[in-house]
């Protein structure tokens, strides 16, 4: 059994003028849980659509279990589970129908699993769809994705709408797939602070281009701020490689640098005359630090 | 399978509508046992029969294309087999039901002789030519529901009009043959179509722009667009709105109904009217019905209206109303101006395109003119825009607009029983109903308006 379970190479998708995505190439191995992070519009739906078939690429390929993502089997489409970023359910159905219609679909639908998550988020089984509220079509959603245990999960923005205590159920939920190293799940987010307690890797996108593609720890481990301090004055430009951003007032300066080790710490303490301060930073602050450059 | 189909059947059976149309069908083989008892004509047959085609055909296409349009149904393991098996089922149903009938039908000793030399088979294959224009409707236009009901009309209208023409066409063999080669090809080019459809078709309108083809046709659209804004300055005219809007009840009631837009001004579309009622009626004098076309005043106004007016509201959507309750102004004075800017909006329509039907009655073929055509059922059908319209604003916050139709049926069969009263020397009293029901609809509508929830 192949260990990459997702992967594009050099897809790029276009909107009438407007490039979307850019040569993307990226590999998910399996048993990995990839937080994707990007602005709006940096187009991180449009990577995962095209990931899973639902758009054509103007260029590259898309493979998932190693078949060609536009032209899946049925095989293989039972081994997904997807939540869109727009939910669109049948509004006239009611939760418990909703269920069984898509349960009727998949061989390995796990009725326990699902009755359980309804029981969880406070659901109502005889609930319209189209009377449910933004956070409660969304727990639907999870749920429908959730119910017959895919092997690759792929969420676009699944915890919006969530209410904080249905978000740790969720993250929870997700925690427990991970936890299955035969599981996969690749997670579009706004909320940094979910991605740290849940995802290995981190794939970051900005205006259709991948910024960075790795490792959580080894992004935290290379990405840091370090604080220069002189007794005489720095100069007013920065722009040394890896420096993502550079703040200078007159004998101290704030830098972010990429690729951060004892070795350039030493040389930026020699070069300005000055002492180093390193600071951690966390996902949010990266984020912020890659997206101001 | 049997489980898949069971789950796809449910999301028929859960629908108001799916019951709804059980019991319209219903109510429908009722009112033909009871007419046919003696037998049926077989055009009457065939104008009775298009009306549960025209509807179940845009229903089962709206139902469909809900369906499909997902992204879900591109990635559920199996998802299309199932569906388009319930969806053949019920088609299956329909053309079973309109078989039976056509055959109770053809039974009667007073009708027999008629129905000698007709083909149930052409019968067959222009009523599934009509399921399919009425399934694409449904499946492909969002607002398809209100393109339906006057297609039906103007088929029955088509149908009654040259009917021994038409019957003979639909049994001529190689006709027949032509007519059902094209259904095949044109159900297997819509079954794969929707198979396509997906979220991300939806959102480009349809078109992947990914293939070269579909670049061009987009480009040509956009250009057909910019030709006909140019045409019409829409553009400079959405430009020239005063902001903020004025304190006058001009400017605001304008405001609205800049909001519903127009793909062609009155004044352009006018001309291609009278030019395609021209064709229509020189189609018609050809098989011996040359004043068929003016007759329709009453029906093509009243659906014309009726349909342009709840394309709009349903294009506005919902929501929209969330941000036009929002607008500066206390609410009944937003549901004031924006009932009359619908309002104005109806009655341009009826203007469009009753005028092309006085000059078509005045002037049957370019240069002929006939004596002025009287003008009672132009009043008839003008007066009916007043309950039409309280019809059109009483159900724009229901989601189904079966209400709506069948409110407008009871409009259009009053206006068809115009002349009966005429003949009675009872001209006035069809407006004069038509004003009373049309003050009592729209006062229920204004307070309804003015209560409803916007959630």
């Keep these: 059994m192949s260990d990459v379970v997702l992967e594009m190479i050099g897809v790029s998708k276009s909107f009438e003028k407007t490039e979307v995505l850019k040569s993307i190439d990226l590999s998910v191995a399996r048993g990995r849980v990839v937080g994707l992070l990007g602005k709006n519009g940096a187009g991180k739906s449009t990577l995962l659509k095209c990931a899973l078939g639902l758009m054509k690429p103007n260029s590259g390929t898309a493979t998932i279990f190693g078949e060609d993502a536009w032209n899946l089997s049925g095989g293989a489409k039972a081994r997904i589970g997807y939540v869109p970023q727009k939910i669109s359910l049948y509004d006239w159905m009611r939760v418990r129908q909703m269920i069984a219609y898509y349960a009727a679909f998949y061989p390995s639908w796990n009725d326990t699993l699902t009755a359980e998550l309804v029981e969880k988020w406070e659901l109502q089984s005889e609930d319209r769809v189209g009377k449910l509220s933004e956070g409660q079509l969304q727990k639907l959603a999870l749920i429908l994705a959730l119910g017959h245990e895919p092997e690759l999960l792929i969420l676009d923005e699944p915890a919006a709408s969530l209410d904080p205590q249905a978000r740790r159920t969720f993250l929870a939920a997700v925690v427990e797939i991970a936890s299955d190293q035969s599981r996969t799940v690749i997670l579009s987010t706004h909320l940094t602070s979910d991605l740290e307690r849940v995802a290995s890797d981190i794939v970051m996108l900005k205006s259709g281009v991948i910024q960075y593609s790795g490792s959580m720890d080894d992004l935290k481990e290379s990405v840091k701020s370090i604080r220069l301090t002189t007794q005489g004055r720095l100069p007013g430009r920065m722009d040394l490689p890896g420096v993502l951003a550079y703040e200078v007032h007159a004998n101290h300066a704030l830098l972010t640098m990429s690729g951060v080790n004892e070795d350039r710490i030493h040389r930026l303490e020699h070069d300005y005359s000055a002492t180093a301060e390193v600071r951690d930073l966390n996902l949010e602050d990266i984020f912020v630090e890659v997206h101001r450059v | ?455």
């Design chain 2, 1 to 455: 399978m049997s489980k898949q189909l069971g789950a796809v059947i449910q999301t028929y059976t859960a629908r108001s509508w799916f019951w709804t149309m059980c019991a319209v069908s219903l109510v429908w083989v009722g009112v033909f046992m009871l007419l046919a008892s003696t037998g049926m004509l077989p055009d009457t047959y065939a104008a009775f029969a298009s009306i549960p085609l025209c509807i179940s055909g845009v229903c089962l296409g709206n139902h469909l294309s809900i369906q499909f349009r997902s992204a879900q149904s591109k990635l559920i393991p199996k998802f299309a087999a199932p569906h388009l098996t319930v969806a053949a089922g019920l088609c299956g149903m329909v053309a079973v039901l309109l078989v039976v009938v056509a055959t109770f039908a053809s039974h009667g000793t007073a009708v027999a002789a008629q129905w000698e030399g007709i083909s149930r088979i052409g019968l067959l294959a222009f009523g599934w030519s009509l399921f399919l224009l009425c399934f694409s409707f449904g499946c492909f236009h969002p607002w398809a529901i209100a393109l339906a009901f006057p297609s039906s009309v103007f088929f029955l209208s088509f149908i009654k009009a040259g009917s021994s023409i038409w019957l003979s066409v639909m049994s001529s063999g190689p006709v027949v043959a032509l007519v059902l080669i094209l259904n095949s090809i044109l159900t297997f080019v819509l079954v794969r179509r929707m198979c396509r459809l997906n979220d991300v078709m939806i959102e480009s309108h349809f078109h992947d722009l990914s293939e070269p083809s579909q670049s061009k046709r987009r480009a040509w659209s956009r250009e057909r667009g910019r030709f006909f804004r140019g045409w019409n300055q829409t553009d400079k005219e959405l430009d020239s709105i005063r902001r903020p809007i004025g304190g006058d009840l001009r400017s605001q009631v304008r405001h609205f109904q800049l909001g519903f837009g127009l793909l062609l001004k009155p004044i352009t579309l006018v001309p291609i009217l009278v030019v395609t009622f021209w064709v229509l009626h020189f189609a018609f004098l050809q098989i011996g019905r040359g004043s068929s076309i003016p007759d329709l005043v009453a029906i093509i106004g009243s659906t014309g209206s009726l349909s342009g007016a709840l394309t709009r509201v349903r294009t506005n959507g919902r929501m929209s109303f969330q941000w036009i309750m929002m607008l500066p102004l206390r609410r009944e004075e937003i549901v004031f101006r924006y009932g009359i800017a619908l309002l104005i909006h109806m009655l341009k329509m009826w203007f469009t395109i009753t005028i092309p039907l006085y000059i078509v009655a005045w002037l049957s073929l370019a240069g002929m003119p006939h004596p002025s055509p009287s003008l009672w059922p132009y009043m008839d059908s003008l007066a009916a825009q007043i309950p039409l319209f309280g019809v059109v604003t009483l159900f724009i916050w229901r989601p189904q607009v079966v209400g709506a139709y069948l409110a407008g049926a009871v409009v259009m069969l009053a206006l068809m029983g115009a002349p009966h009263l005429n003949e009675l020397g009872l001209p006035l009293l069809l407006p004069v109903m038509f004003l009373v029901l049309g003050v009592c609809t729209i006062a229920w509508s204004y307070r309804r308006w003015l209560q409803t929830d916007l959630s």
